[in-house]
Nanobody, 123 residues
């Protein structure tokens, strides 16, 4: 069974950048399409982006398009979310997720979830 562990969250000022990492253990992450979600207090979990098994195809939510980039390094068994030009409304717990289909994009496509990492954007 694959375990997903997120890291890289923290407190950042508006306009700043963070890079989140999602390390997989147990099985190779290349078997899974991967994604990132976020959940702000009092709100539903929101899709942020996903990436295919090979890394050749990505999808990014309109709310973060042009600011966030999803990537993966299968040799390191790790998926990344580069977040630039951060805004206070990006404050949330960010979750890494994996799915057995090649390119998951719906919440129901994902069966594996990490514990989440907190990102706070504030001055």
């Amino acid at each position: 069974q694959v375990q997903l562990v997120e890291s890289g969250g923290g407190l950042v000022q508006p306009g700043g950048s963070l890079r989140l990492s999602c390390a997989a253990s147990g099985r190779t992450v290349s078997n899974y399409g991967m994604g990132w979600f976020r959940q702000a207090p009092g709100k539903e979990r929101e899709f942020v982006g996903s990436i295919s098994r090979s890394g050749g195809t990505t999808s990014i939510a309109d709310s973060v398009k042009g600011r966030f980039i999803i990537s993966r390094d299968n040799a390191k068994n790790t998926v990344y979310l580069q977040m630039n030009s951060l805004k206070p409304e990006d404050t949330a717990v960010y979750y890494c997720a994996g799915g057995t289909i090649s390119f998951p994009i719906r919440t129901s496509d994902f069966g594996l979830w990490g514990q989440g990492t907190q990102v706070t954007v504030s001055s």
